[in-house]
């Protein structure tokens, strides 16, 4: 079997318009595919038969009729019924013809003038499908989650940005990834040309506005934007100065606050335009905001502040069609090093491959009516927190004394449940108590916005 | 972008055309070599062209009130396509043509439905262009005369024969290579015979090089099967001069305009040049070509198809600058479709707005002259003459069609044109550059993207039709075309004239003609 996939290409029934066929063969083979000509006046049957004989991963089928339709059935059936994906373009393809089509099971679409960097993209899940078997399922036709939308990234170059862009692009969308590292990010951006590399500091308030600049001259749209960008200086209050709380901040808050200001101030000027804006956006947060970090005081006051702003953004965006979701991700990234190196393979639950199908559905279309809440995804769990709240009040007559109040408050405690004890690096073997820690412990060290 | 690798100046001046001479090179319009025009100032046809516009859809019926609206607008001329069976020669109850009967032009399978299709037209005043298989297509039209009384002597209009590149590009119809040369000899002969007003040959390179080909590709081909051609109907014995005149070429045209004009007024050059000293033709009807033009449904999009109608208007605008003898101008939803109603009004009011308003037919020729154009000219000219004399040289024309030769070529021609686009090389508006949101690209876009079904009624009255037939006539008619094809010299087309009349089928007829060739009559047989 050829490495990158091996395609049948034609075009069916009596659709005589062979060079796009041929064009398409071309690509293919360019870029690594395997291809089996088979020109034109094919039957479904034929193509399937000659899918199943040369254990092709996908049919390709080039139309410039409209006959196309009378077969479409017929042809996902045979294809699947031997496990090869069905991938259907041609010039003549409305976008409704295309959702037609998806609809009735066709893997992938392409209408005039596809990019042959998204083509080929689509085509490399595909095959990746094909080759799990996962064509032959029953939900072989589901199209993507983020079919053709467009969402920037930030933070993307490794961990769970990474992880997150690939999701996106296999679910059908196609990504503006930033980054700090821009090595990292064009060697994601070069295995995945769904994926458009856009360097640059988020904190510096130019950044935001060219990725949003980026996606639209790129892709023409902008439907979402995850803020995952994250940089750590641990350290107890008593050992990090100001410098690192501030670097911590502009990252986290500043970095989060500018991609959710220039995002909006896009759909924004669209909806006043009266084009229907169903976009999305995904802050992060951590268990930390929710409920602080042992050894981590910058980093937590950080990312609580990104669930005040959060829940504030969506309250404000709803009106321009915007949802502001925030989420707090458990996985081992280099902002969790104490959680040390995992099973390396699909089952770790701390992958953070399995913590991207959460963020992907938050900025799809599916999640339209989901706004302004924090969800905690990851190990085994999903989670979706509340804020504060009161846990107990009284009355705070005018003119009370001080111990007046004393007592109140006393009171206040001792009949409010135990508060949340603050969360701290426990996991057996992998971390020391930062309190212990004092003079040698890990304070000072940035960790880059990955 | 230089398409056709011509190396473009930033300003022409006089010495870029030192070596032109007036009478030798240009000769004024009317005048040998042609190269000002076929006309000459107030000569007949002078300074206009015939409008008319593709069309063609549904059953031979629905198509007929499709020509007679559009002679109702104001068309000279109609341009007739078939659906895809109808292209390759099936019939419409044929197991695998259903879902396009009708869809992409007209159906069309026996005598009756040539005489459908023309019902009304005044045959003898206007032009008919058939997009269609040709000795088929000729056929129809002489039976259907004979039908409705119309003399087929009185006949006008142009049949595409493309016996070196049809199977390859989007014309297949299962017939190996020297059967579709014997077709297209027997019916140029019997045409010229027959039908002597009628373009018996019409040259089309349109359809070869709206897969990417470049204006040099695109002229070399059609002079190459110009060429074999002739030759082999001069090897027949019939005088250069008894077919040449009623040889046309339709050429494409796509957007750089200048290249286009210049490559009309270079080939118009080229081919009289050719006919005189090669082909000893003495007729001035034999040297100075008709051209026509199909502008270029590739330089269309999908993405907002009204900037189509800007594409129509200024290349329909530079062909009546190069004086072509007829135009049609692919449609605002030539991305999608055969033309619809609202697309075949917009198109013929566009040559009708610049016939009326521009008064660019006033002068002859109003770029000669240029140094900018006649140097381009001479330039293609030079090009196009090398590509035809390099591919002569590889080898036997007929077997560089076998060997998939020209295949190749068209192969390369889609996939530089597609690259050059996803590239940006070739700026396409809408489509790599100032493009739109698909919410804000809505005008004229319901319009374009609308469609309708497979005329099943029409495959139903053809099944009718087929079993209450005189069936010992139809197989008697049928085992004399297989006779005709099977034995070498003989002629093809009063076989297929007479199997018409006999009320058989065109599928029926090249099945009998495959079968003379010792094939399967139904080339999915074995499907």
Redesign the interface.
Known sequence: MSQRGRIVVGTLGLDQHEVGAMAVAQLLMRHGFEVVYLGRFNTPARLAAVAEQEDADVVGVSVHSWELAAYTGELVDACHAVGAAVVVGGSVLTEADERALRSRGVDATFGPYARDDLIVARLDELVARTRTGAIAAPDGGDEGALAGRVVIVTGAARGLGAAYAERLVREGGAVVANDLDADELHELADDDRAIVAAPGDIADPTTAPELVAAALSRFGRLDAIIANAGALRSGTLLRIGPDDLDAVYAVHVRGTFLILQAAARHWRVEAKAGHPVAAAALTTTSSAGLFGFLGESAYSAAKAAVIALTVVAAEELARYGVTVNAIAPSARTRLTAWLGDGPANAEDPYAPAHVAPAAAWLVSAAARDVTGRVFEVGGDGLAIADGWRSAGSTALPRGASVGDVGERLRRLVAEAPAPRPILRADVPGQARDPLEDETTGRGGTLTAAP | VEPAGVPPRLVYRPHDVASLDYERDLGDPGEFPFTRGRRGPGQNGAGAWIHRELSGEGSPQRSNRQFHELLAHGALGVDVIGD??T??A?DPDHP?????VG??GVSLCRKQDFVELFDGIPLDRITASHSLPAAFALAGQYTAAGATGVDPAVLRGSAIQSPLFGE?????TFMPFHLRMRLCLDSIAFSTREMPRFHAYLEDTYFISD??LDVVEEMALGFVEIREVTRRLVARGLPVDAFAPRIAILVNCRMDLFEEIAKIRAIRRLYARMMRDEFGAQDPRSLATNVAVHTSGLTL???QPINNVVRGAVQALAMAMAGVQGLEISTFDE???TPSHAAHVVAMRTQQVIAEETGVGRVADPLGGSWYVESLTDELERRIDAEVRRIEAIGDVGELVEAGFFREL??K???R??QA??TGAQR?VG??CH?M????DTLLRDVA?E?FE?DGDHVERIRRWRTARDGPRVESALAAAQEAAATPDADLMPAIVGALEDDCSIGEIAGALRAGYGLDPD??AA?
């Open positions: 895809t069976p292209m390759a099936l695998m043509c259903a879902p396009a869809t992409g390859d590009c989007s014309y297949a897969g990417g999009t999908a993405a991305a999608f479709r068209f192969l021609g889609m996939d044109h597609a686009v996803q396409v489509v790599n493009v949101p698909p919410a804000e993207e469609r497979a080339p999915f499907a």
